[in-house]
């Protein structure tokens, strides 16, 4: 690789560690987020490595960045080979996220029915964390029970009020959703557990998509380190001429 071009992409590396490390923050804390939304309901805590490592990843990358755009213009051996071995030590947290994302997302399958149908059992409809847990599983995932919407016919609180949770309605403002079991043309009839896990599966998808976006800039990033180190050692043996 031509030195000139290698200085052009590591400057052009650094000038955008900044807007990596926003976009990375930016993915880790959407993760959390979307955990957040349903940590009642998600017992495998685990499944945050990921989102964990990309945010620690960000917070780096704000700094490498300066180092990278000062030793890259002044052709610094030693500041580049410390923005080379930082850009080492990403790249390789970055495919240990991608791993720990890969291995969790094969992981979720089958591990949801178990935590959703507990809290449906102690679902009453008060303001309480596992009624709050569910009805905006229900409202967010548009979905109604575990496999389907019979699935509350099982529960304490359909036999308490020989109805379903509004949280079940189509649109739970409309007058014409009781909640009664045979109005369910009303209801979203379709269970939570399957799209639960395609709504995790989905961040934890785009999440490694852009983890693996960013390995590959910080690739080219290291090979950009060695060309210019390499001509900068050549350099040093030319004769010169008065």
Same mark, same amino acid.
């Given at each position: 690789?031509?030195?000139?071009v290698a200085?052009?992409?590591?400057?052009?590396?650094?000038?955008?560690?900044?807007?990596?490390?926003?976009?990375?923050?930016?993915?880790?804390?959407?993760?959390?987020?979307?955990?957040?939304?349903?940590?009642?309901? $998600?017992?495998?805590?685990?499944?945050?490595?990921?989102?964990?490592?990309? $945010?620690?990843?960000?917070?780096?990358?704000?700094?490498?960045?300066?180092?990278?755009?000062?030793?890259?213009?002044?052709?610094?051996?030693?500041?580049?080979?410390?923005?080379?071995?930082? $850009?080492?030590?990403?790249?390789?947290?970055?495919?240990?996220?991608?791993?720990?994302?890969?291995?969790?997302?094969?992981?979720?399958?089958?591990?949801?029915?178990?935590?959703? =149908?507990?809290?449906?059992?102690?679902?009453?409809?008060?303001?309480?964390?596992?009624?709050?847990?569910?009805?905006?599983?229900?409202t967010l995932?548009?979905?109604?029970?575990?496999k389907n919407?019979?699935?509350?016919?099982? *529960?304490?609180?359909?036999?308490?009020?020989?109805?379903?949770?509004?949280?079940?309605?189509?649109?739970?403002?409309?007058?014409?959703?009781?909640?009664?079991?045979?109005?369910?043309?009303?209801?979203?009839?379709?269970?939570?557990?399957?799209?639960?896990?395609?709504?995790?599966?989905?961040?934890?998808?785009?999440?490694?998509?852009?983890?693996?976006?960013?390995?590959?800039?910080?690739?080219?990033?290291?090979?950009?380190?060695?060309? $210019? *180190?390499?001509?900068? =050692? =050549?350099?040093?043996?030319?004769?010169?001429?008065?």
């Amino acid at each position: 690789m031509d030195c000139g071009v290698a200085k052009i992409i590591l400057l052009f590396i650094s000038l955008i560690f900044w807007a990596a490390g926003a976009g990375l923050a930016y993915v880790g804390h959407y993760v959390i987020k979307s955990f957040g939304s349903f940590e009642n309901l $998600i017992q495998n805590k685990s499944n945050l490595i990921p989102a964990a490592i990309i $945010i620690g990843i960000s917070v780096v990358m704000f700094i490498v960045g300066i180092v990278g755009c000062c030793s890259t213009l002044y052709e610094s051996k030693c500041g580049l080979s410390c923005f080379f071995l930082i $850009i080492m030590l990403i790249f390789a947290a970055e495919v240990t996220a991608l791993v720990f994302s890969f291995i969790y997302r094969g992981k979720i399958d089958g591990q949801l029915e178990g935590p959703i =149908r507990e809290s449906l059992s102690k679902y009453n409809g008060e303001n309480n964390s596992e009624t709050e847990a569910v009805d905006s599983m229900q409202t967010l995932l548009k979905c109604c029970g575990v496999k389907n919407y019979t699935d509350w016919t099982n *529960t304490t609180y359909f036999s308490t009020n020989k109805t379903l949770p509004l949280s079940c309605c189509k649109n739970s403002s409309s007058p014409q959703c009781n909640g009664k079991l045979e109005e369910w043309q009303q209801f979203n009839t379709e269970g939570c557990e399957p799209k639960l896990e395609k709504f995790i599966q989905d961040v934890l998808t785009y999440a490694m998509l852009v983890v693996v976006a960013f390995a590959i800039i910080k690739f080219f990033g290291m090979v950009s380190v060695c060309a $210019i *180190t390499c001509k900068s =050692r =050549r350099s040093g043996y030319e004769p010169l001429y008065a």
